[in-house]
């Protein structure tokens, strides 16, 4: 039995090898993600397929994004689903080329190739995209958008599109979808302490942050010591105790192997882990008409499969990290709105960000409300 798996194990090497060092690297995904790479005949027509799905396209799409193929499992980004509705929506007008696992870049070098054209589309962070668009750095506001539903609320409203893609748009963004992954969590390391429950439980922590002067902002007036830290270096920071707590969310800290160096993490739903898809505004704009449609529509079917996928992630996130003994907490009703009063956006701290980012106050209380009204998405909160 053992033998029959291993002998299975090394088809499936040499046929992804095969397809990918033939130039059918998507082909090689494709496959892979299907099941077909047992089997040579099965990888041979999923290649098949792929060339000529692609010669019969107008255009070949390249979608790069930070995340290898099969994170959707703990981290709903979707890469196949996108693809495969792309294609589909535009009746094969166009092909997509997937480049995951940060092939072309990752986080704000990734946003500048879509920006300058020289990739046509990719999956990032709302938080390195928003040197290039700030005025998504919104969402990083504590308790605006943090509950998932919320999130969702705000980033298909009339306002959001109107104030805040209009001012993407002018940087050479063309949004896809904003796709919701889970609020960003409270993780502290092995051997730094409890869970952190209270502003309280913040006093004098280490706390990695990215480059966001909002979220170093928030743990600073919860009275963290906020600690930038680049992503590419945080797990070492953790272990080494540079940083004692992060925030990702969930499936970020599972997909990025942190479960082993993580003793306790809180759901506070301050700030969405929030990702979009967005292509090259000036590329879209060449496009036909009727591809422009299908690719608004196939973002729209993508961004329904995401919502459904949410809790599932989550669950098979938290599962695994259960078993390297990651402790899970949520809060009281009490503790919710402590933390909303200490770090919350309606404190006058935030003001200057409100009128920088949204413009002006009154259209800041605009998103408030269309944050806080449910529209025609629903999606499970953690």
């Known amino acids: 039995?053992?033998?029959?798996?291993?002998?299975?194990?090394?088809?499936?090497?040499?046929?992804?090898?095969?397809?990918?060092?033939?130039?059918?690297?998507?082909?090689?995904?494709?496959?892979?993600?299907?099941?077909?790479?047992?089997?040579?005949?099965?990888?041979?027509?999923?290649?098949?397929?792929?060339?000529?799905?692609?010669?019969?396209?107008?255009?070949?799409?390249?979608?790069?994004?930070?995340?290898?193929?099969?994170?959707?499992?703990?981290?709903?980004?979707?890469?196949?689903?996108?693809?495969?509705?792309?294609?589909?929506?535009?009746?094969?007008?166009?092909?997509?080329?997937?480049?995951?696992?940060?092939?072309l870049g990752v986080g704000s070098a990734l946003a500048q190739k879509v920006q300058g054209g020289t990739v046509n589309?990719?999956?990032?962070?709302?938080?390195?995209?928003?040197?290039?668009?700030?005025?998504?750095?919104?969402?990083?506001?504590?308790?605006?958008?943090?509950a998932n539903q919320r999130f969702v609320n705000l980033v298909t409203s009339d306002i959001w599109k109107q104030e805040v893609n209009t001012a993407v748009?002018?940087?050479?963004?063309?949004?896809?979808?904003?796709?919701?992954?889970?609020?960003?969590?409270?993780?502290?390391?092995?051997?730094?302490?409890?869970?952190?429950?209270?502003?309280?439980d913040l006093k004098g922590i280490k706390?990695?942050?990215?480059?966001?002067?909002?979220?170093?902002?928030?743990?600073?007036?919860?009275?963290?010591?906020?600690?930038?830290?680049?992503?590419?270096?945080?797990?070492?920071?953790?272990?080494?105790?540079?940083?004692?707590a992060l925030d990702p969310a969930v499936g970020a800290l599972y997909a990025f192997g942190f479960k082993d160096i993580l003793s306790h993490v809180t759901f506070t739903q301050a700030v969405p882990d929030s990702q979009t898809y967005a292509c090259n505004l000036e590329w879209f704009n060449s496009l036909p008409g009727d591809v422009k449609e299908a690719i608004e529509w196939a973002s729209e079917m993508s961004f329904h499969q995401n919502l459904a996928k949410v809790p599932s992630s989550r669950t098979f996130a938290m599962a695994e990290m259960r078993k390297s003994g990651v402790e899970f907490h949520s809060l009281s009703d009490d503790q919710l709105a402590e933390w909303q009063e200490t770090v919350g956006y309606q404190r006058s701290e935030w003001d200057s960000f409100k009128t920088e980012l949204a413009g002006s106050m009154e259209t800041f209380d605009k998103l408030v409300e269309a944050a806080g009204?449910?529209?025609?998405?629903?999606?499970?909160?953690?």
């Open 169 to 200: 748009e002018a940087r050479g963004f063309k949004p896809l979808f904003y796709y919701c992954i889970d609020p960003r969590v409270m993780a502290v390391r092995k051997g730094g302490g409890g869970p952190i429950m209270t502003p309280a």
């Open 207 to 244: 706390f990695r942050v990215p480059g966001s002067q909002m979220l170093q902002q928030l743990y600073r007036m919860g009275g963290a010591n906020p600690t930038p830290v680049a992503w590419g270096e945080t797990a070492s920071a953790i272990k080494q105790g540079v940083a004692d």
């Open 1 to 103: 039995m053992e033998k029959a798996i291993e002998d299975l194990a090394s088809e499936e090497r040499r046929n992804f090898m095969k397809l990918a060092s033939t130039g059918s690297f998507t082909a090689a995904l494709v496959a892979g993600a299907g099941g077909a790479l047992w089997s040579s005949n099965a990888s041979a027509q999923t290649a098949n397929e792929e060339r000529e799905r692609e010669a019969a396209a107008d255009h070949v799409m390249t979608v790069a994004t930070e995340y290898v193929i099969g994170t959707t499992r703990s981290y709903p980004l979707m890469q196949l689903d996108v693809k495969e509705n792309l294609q589909n929506a535009s009746n094969g007008k166009i092909y997509v080329k997937l480049a995951p696992g940060g092939q």
């Open 121 to 146: 589309a990719a999956q990032f962070s709302l938080s390195n995209f928003a040197p290039f668009a700030s005025a998504v750095d919104l969402i990083n506001m504590p308790y605006f958008c943090g």
């Open 373 to 382: 009204t449910k529209g025609k998405f629903y999606v499970h909160d953690a």
